[in-house]
């Protein structure tokens, strides 16, 4: 993915970034895409780790827009 991109929103360049997920403990961590429903479990959420896509955050330098991509 390019770090330059237009904002769909104002035609404004927009910056990369990134989400940050603070978990049930607050270990902060990088977000994650996975396909299909959630499959809750006693001990979190099953995943197939061969399945996880980080996601890339861009945001509006003007505007504010978010956009994410799972790459």
């Not at 996601?55 to 330098?61: Q, V």
Request: proline letters at 6%; one cysteine or more.
């Amino acid at each position: 993915m390019a770090s330059s991109k237009t904002c769909p929103k104002c035609g404004r360049r927009m910056e990369e970034g990134f989400t940050i997920d603070a978990g049930d403990h607050s270990v902060q961590n990088a977000s994650f895409w996975h396909p299909g429903k959630p499959d809750k479990r006693w001990y979190g959420l099953k995943i197939d780790k061969k399945q996880k896509r980080k996601i890339e955050t861009y945001r509006c330098t003007s505007c504010h827009y978010l956009e994410s991509y799972a790459p």
